[in-house]
């Protein structure tokens, strides 16, 4: 290279040097200009502490004249602190002429405004950084910011670090009007908040006074953190349509008010932090706005409008903040990019970070605080001491750091921040809008801007905002009863990718069904193909699909899913049915055999024919029967059917084998077989009656089952003959085909019926005969004086529409009935005189009545044998209507396959993996369902209307009896086995109006001491219980009952009576569980386990029942007695049998534990009961014992809390 071009080289690097060298000024002092500082150079200075307070002029906002002093214009604009306490450098440099400067109030420090037109003055802009500080946790809360004329307005300025030190000036320095009367400072946990009173000075010179309506929190040596509130009269000619407003460098606004008193007589005057607009030229001016173009940062202030000339205390103010970057822009050269701040947040324009409105938080404001919460931490509140909801910020305006400004909280505008948001508004001051699809035509959360509930259809994301990606036609194909090969299409027009596919299926019925209730729980399969395989589903039943994708919509892994469809219904096709349930021989006889089973459920096809096949062992001959199954297609359970063996030989063992087939299946069921032997004779009755009393009219009989005795009767009859009667047999026909209607009218005949009982206890019972007394309707009258009488009993069973009867079994010795009869007076026998003629007419014609009705009836009965009252025209038959009135079955056969013993150890592993594959659903699904013993006593005339749902009844067999003086003992319970103790508990349903009296009678005769009630009165605007207690003493009858104390919870009530009788006095306790929902099961089980230990906490008779009943008396009832039973099994045993204790519980009540939701609790509480220990603290024993809870243990290092969370994970893995 020559000498020139090295020459070249130097001359452009000095040039270079001496354009961006800076010149370093030294120290300068407050007062110090920009004129010693050359053209074209930037130069440095260094300022000396506290010229920010000093009380030199400024002028300009950004851009400076060269006379204006330079620290207190670095600290203008934001350079430096406004409460520095040492030297701070500032670099600055010259930069073009203007004729304008723009005042404007910053942090605390005003300029003033400059024109020097037509002259070009010229000027510096400063270029060191813009001052490094964190902007706080703070908030201006300002309670009557539109306050009356001789009302005070309060300024909260609430911080979530301790600051004391916080102070309160007006936007103005001088000649202010207003006063700052007082300053209260209160610190809750980390919130601090000081509190600031402002009232309006009276009687003024209104030329020296500048009208305030800016007023500010000022915290101690933190300039970003200035806030500035706005507050002026409400009777103000002006109101802003908001109170501030926030635009960007170069942007155009428009500042608008509405006239809230006019006086159109005056003309109207803009004002700029109460002086006129003499700078600042609109680009439009109209009587309530004005519009700025091209907006510069010392176009920020105080905005007024007022009538010229006309009470100026009246003005309307707003705020306007022009952020020093362009739109989307921050930093000390609007060089860097903003986040996307949400929810009406604003990116600040020095350090970048969003400012979230009052109710948001979160980096770029995503995240929605509680209504009432504001802050960063969303832990500040309005008014702190009162209580949070949604009306908490009502009329409060809420303030924060420039360049926000000032607002309603979220989910109120209005210029008293006092209306709620319109719908499709939302956030801080109703500003932001959004279309939410939410369920059922609901709008958007006017606080959080999101949906309260679900999404539409086909609409996703937080907001429900987002919309789905369409796949084409889904299709399958069937591959076997249990599986079908699903496969779809991608759209080509999806603009997301799909990262996998989400397929849910739901059982929703079965083919062979009408009706069907279904678990909710959706089953779920994903994958990244285009084609799935589902198998283990159930055959012959109906499901539903969708297929979902899902699609990632933020970095951070987020994903949505988007229904594509509908759903498409399939149907799986037959397959073999399972084998026929519960099969056994209900009655041997010498030549038949009474078999009775329930069709398999689900049958998995349309059930077609069973086959019974037997084998006779004497013979070796085979024998095949085929049964056309001749139940309903629709059919919602499985239905018990029986069938009758005839013509069979006596005293022979026969192999009875029963399968089931499906329509259209060529394969049977496995069979199910037992061995049978018909009996050498047939049955007879071995009952023993004797007479144990007699007074008067009157014999106490005892009767005894016999060492033959058999639970396969229904009922009894108690027979009275007189021992001179010559035709029993054909009076015996008469009262074996009638039943009384109890009208009390004395037989004429030599033999009746005097009663019918339908259980008799294995230990025995007695009965009085002659009583004159109606017994579940025929009319025990008294006998007759002089004569002689034998008592009996016949037994009567019902199978297959047949009813059996026994012989008659009377007893071995006659009793005489001989008494001395009162005497009456004459009156008295004068009017016996007639109405004894009139008696023995009406029984004539009563007696005649009966003879007629049943004189084409006919019977014959033999002697120590069963006989039937017709041959049935089909042998067989569906049992569903006849076994209604078959009583106590109590065969082992029907439970004794039905058990599923569960270690303790092992019960949170089964019940996870087994409610995912509904193995559990089908442990419930086997249950026996449906009435499958008589309900006799319910189904009477007198007893249907104290039921309240016509299809559950009490069986007879474990019936309540009332012990009543009246000729009715029924009541709608049940006896109910406990753990090892039989009649534990009684199940009821829930008293109605005309049973009240009868339950506290129940309670009474059976010493009850305790009751569960597991309903509400009134749920889901329907009676489910009548209230059975009062407030004050009440009277049932012959018991007084009172009310003693009450005991709140907050998942139950305990309530304690006092009731007495003949000066007895018991104690009851009334344990009343009120959070189990109107649909479905509890949210968790802690309340429900938390409940029955409160329960158990009382001490009572150990021996007397506890009643238990909701409304029906089945479903919760149920729940809670199969959840004491199998605690304590598990207690004692260390195995819990859910399946077998249930089926128990539904031999002596009807369906009790309704539904699989129910049952799925238990399993889901005894989790908690039995796996989990017991983690509750006395709130008043917290603070001392939490430091041992965060203590580490010396072996794993691992702290209590630790491992009881690692416990949650483990056992509490199921939602509700």
Known sequence: MDMFGIYRILVVVLITLSVEAELDLGSINCTATASDCPSNNTCRAYCKDYCGRNDINI??????????????????????????????????????????????????????????????????????????ESILDIASVHWKHLYGEEEDHVQECITTTK??????????????????????????????????????????????TKLNAGFQCIPNNYTLSIITSLAFRKDAHFFPSKQTLTVNLNETVALSMLENDPHEEHTTVWKKDSRRLKYIIPQSVSHDSITLSNVEVGYSGIYSLEYKDYDITKRGYVRLIVRACPKGKYGTFCDKNCSQCMNGGICHDIQGNCICPPGFN???????????????????????????????????????????GCSCAAGFYGIFCDKICQPGTYGAGCSETRNCHCIDGKNCNPFSGVCDGECKSNWYGKHCDETPINISEISFESISPFAVNLTWEESSQSSRTVKYYVITFQQIGWIHLCNFSFDETLNQKNTTETCIVLDDLEPYAIYKINVSAMMLISSKDEYFKNNTRSGIVLKTSAAIPPPPMYFHAYLKTAFSLYLVWASPFPPGGLLDYYKISYVDE????????????????????????????????????????????????????????????????DPINDFKVSIVNRHNSEVTIQILPGNEYIEIYSAFLIVVNE????????????????????????????????????RIPESGMQLIVGNNSCLNGYYNQPLKNGKKYRIGIIALAEFCQEKLYSAILFTNETVSINFVQASHSEPLSISLGFLLPLIIIISIMVVLLYLKKFKKMK??????????????????????????????????????????????????????????????????????????????????????????????????????????????????????????????????????????????????????????????LVENGKCKCEKYWTDEEASYDNLKLSLRNVQYFADF?????????????REIKQFHFTSWPDHGIPLNTTPFINFLKKMHAYNSDCNAPIIVHCSAGIGRTGAVILFENSLEMGIHEDYVDLLGHLCNMRKQRMNIVENYDQYVFVYHALVEALCVE???????????????????????????????????????????
Not at 657 to 672: D, H, I, P, T
Not at 729 to 758: D, G, M, Q, V, W
Not at 1053 to 1065: C, G, L, W
Request: hydrophobic share 35%; glycine share 4%.
């Open 59 to 132: 002028w300009g906002t950004g851009i400076y004249p060269y006379f204006s002093a330079l620290c207190k214009s670095a600290a203008h604009d934001l350079r430096i602190s406004f409460g520095n306490t040492s030297e701070r450098i500032i670099s600055f440099k010259k930069v073009e002429n203007r004729d304008v400067f723009y005042g404007s109030n910053r942090m605390r420090i005003n300029s003033g405004s400059y024109t020097f037109a037509p002259a070009n003055i010229s000027s510096y802009r400063f270029f060191s950084p813009y001052i490094s």
């Open 163 to 208: 600051y004391p030190n916080i102070k309160f000036n007006t936007y103005s320095k001088k000649n202010y009007s207003s006063k700052l009367v007082a300053i209260e400072t209160i610190i809750v946990g980390d919130v601090t908040l000081t509190k600031a009173k402002w009232t309006e000075q009276k009687n003024l010179p209104s030329a020296k």
């Open 362 to 404: 979160g980096p770029t404001c995503e995240n929605a605080c509680a209504p009432g919460f504001f802050g960063q931490k969303c832990n500040m509140k309005c008014t702190l001491g009162s209580e949070v909801g949604n009306q908490a910020c009502k009329g409060a305006l809420i303030c924060l750091p420039d360049p926000y």
């Open 618 to 681: 004497k013979n070796n001959s085979f024998t095949d029967i085929i049964i056309s199954n001749t139940m309903e297609q629709c059919s919602n359970q499985s239905s018990v059917l029986c069938y009758v063996m005839r013509n069979l030989l006596p005293n022979q063992r026969y192999e009875i084998q029963l399968m089931a087939f499906n329509k259209n299946v060529s394969r049977g069921s496995e069979a199910v077989s037992i061995t049978v032997e018909t009996t050498p004779t």
């Open 723 to 758: 021992v001179d009667s010559k035709h029993l047999h054909h009076n015996l026909s008469y009262f074996i085909h009638s039943e009384s209607s109890c009208s009390r009218i004395p037989s004429e005949t030599n033999t009746y019926i005097a009663a019918k009982i339908f």
């Open 859 to 1016: 019977a014959s009965i033999m002697k120590k044998r069963f006989i039937s009252k017709k041959d049935s025209e089909s042998d067989f038959a569906v049992c569903n209507e006849a076994l209604n009135e078959m009583d106590i079955i109590e065969t082992e056969s029907i439970c004794e396959d039905l058990s599923n013993p569960i270690p303790v150890k092992e019960l949170s592993e089964f019940v996870k993996h087994n409610v995912k594959n509904n193995k559990i659903k089908k442990e419930f699904a086997s249950l026996p369902r449906g009435q499958i013993y008589p309900c006799s006593a319910a189904k009477m005339n007198n007893n249907k209307f104290k039921n309240r749902y016509g299809n559950i009844l009490p069986y007879d067999h474990s019936r309540v009896y009332l012990n009543t003086e009246d000729e009715s003992s029924y009541i709608h319970a049940n006896f109910i086995d406990g753990y090892k103790k039989s009649n534990k508990y009684i199940a009821t349903q829930g008293p109605m109006s005309n049973t009240i009296s009868d339950f506290w009678l129940m309670i009474w005769n059976e010493k009850v001491t305790k009751i569960i009630m597991i309903t509400n």
């Open 1053 to 1065: 009530v305990i309530r304690t009576f006092s009731i007495s009788k003949s000066h007895k006095n």
């Open 1174 to 1216: 017991n983690t509750c603290i006395v709130s008043r024993d917290f603070l001392g014992e939490y430091p041992n809870l965060i203590i580490p243990d010396g072996v794993s290092g691992t702290t209590i809390t630790e491992k009881q969370f690692q416990v949650i994970v483990k056992h509490f893995y199921f939602i509700y």
